[in-house]
């Protein structure tokens, strides 16, 4: 499945793009859908807020609005800078397994220092909520607050990094690690089946007495 995904081809920024204008694109664009909400009616819809309980059931898709740290209960807490630009301009890598640009995105990220979470794309559902996300089949693809980057290009990813404040040398804790890629639809685990109830056996009579005098053997 994740193989067959056309990888994109990365797209340069306009020479005209200045620091401000990504600091402006990255505060302003809208945010991707962190949600999949399928209807009692089976209707599926995608939002970027938790809806209110409607009967319906809501799988998270994106990074969930958390600290990235947040997920790794043994991480350090992060330093305030860099908890004060996640919470303004989170991170979330979307890749594959055995993807190349994405293993190369990944290593920028984690030279750079940046707190991030990775979204794997492992199964058609997943595909769906990409092309859903991102506008693209493509991996790598990288979301710096409310804006994604298609395909990898160092350039481009430094370029709003840089305009969202995250430094260009790691200030993360030494103990500190990236979570866990998690997939990028949420599992719902399968129900586990309820035991068959067993009928009960039936009562057996007991044997009738013989309560006559006793005359002897009786056969």
């Known amino acids: 499945m994740t193989a067959a995904l056309p990888r994109c081809r990365p797209a340069g920024l306009p020479a005209a793009f200045t620091v401000a204008a990504l600091l402006t694109v990255l505060a302003m664009a809208p945010a991707a859908a962190q949600y999949k909400v399928v209807g009692p009616d089976g209707r599926v819809t995608y939002t970027d807020r938790p809806p209110p309980d409607a009967g319906g059931r809501v799988q998270s898709i994106g990074p969930g609005g958390g600290s990235p740290a947040d997920a790794a209960s043994n991480n350090p807490p992060l330093p305030a800078e860099l908890q004060r630009i996640g919470a303004r301009f989170p991170?979330?890598?979307?890749?594959?397994?055995?993807?190349?640009?994405?293993?190369?995105?990944?290593?920028?990220?984690?030279?750079?220092?940046?707190p991030y979470a990775e979204r794997?794309?492992?199964?058609?559902?997943?595909?769906?909520?990409?092309?859903?996300?991102?506008?693209?089949?493509?991996?790598?693809?990288?979301?710096?607050?409310?804006?994604?980057?298609?395909?990898y290009s160092q350039p481009d990813w430094s370029a709003y990094l840089d305009a969202a404040g995250y430094p260009t040398e790691s200030r993360l804790p030494r103990a500190w690690a990236p979570p866990p890629p998690q997939p990028l639809v949420a599992r719902t685990p399968a129900a586990t089946p309820a035991p068959v109830a067993r009928a009960p056996e039936a009562v057996r009579p007991a044997p009738a007495v013989d309560t006559t005098p006793a005359s002897g053997i009786r056969f």
């Open 91 to 114: 991170v979330t890598l979307y890749s594959s397994k055995e993807c190349a640009p994405c293993d190369s995105g990944r290593q920028l990220l984690q030279q750079r220092g940046v």
């Open 120 to 151: 794997q794309v492992l199964s058609a559902d997943d595909v769906g909520a990409l092309e859903r996300l991102t506008g693209t089949r493509s991996l790598p693809a990288l979301q710096v607050g409310g804006q994604v980057l298609r395909g």
